[in-house]
């Protein structure tokens, strides 16, 4: 976690063992749609993509007021 210009960022990665990628944004993620719907709420941006070479990077960007 790092403060960029006015913006809190937190980066998490993973290996990918225990999320299939194509299931981001099915209606059963609840995890990562609530995850979504919260940073929304806080004004900030989700962001959730493969890495280069395997594995999730999900990343969220907060601002601070």
């Known amino acids: 976690m790092y ?3 006015y913006r809190l960022v937190l ?3 993973d290996d990918g063992a ?3 990628f194509e299931q ?3 209606p059963t993620s609840l995890g990562i749609r609530d995850m979504r719907e ?3 709420l806080l ?3 989700f962001y959730i993509g493969k ?3 395997v594995g999730t990077m999900v ?3 907060l601002p601070i007021i």
């Open 11 to 13: 980066l998490i990665a």
């Open 24 to 26: 981001n944004d099915a």
């Open 59 to 61: 990343a969220v960007e």
């Open 38 to 40: 919260r940073v929304k």
């Open 51 to 53: 890495r280069k070479d």
């Open 18 to 20: 225990g999320l299939k």
């Open 43 to 45: 004004r900030g941006d």
């Open 3 to 5: 403060q960029a210009e």
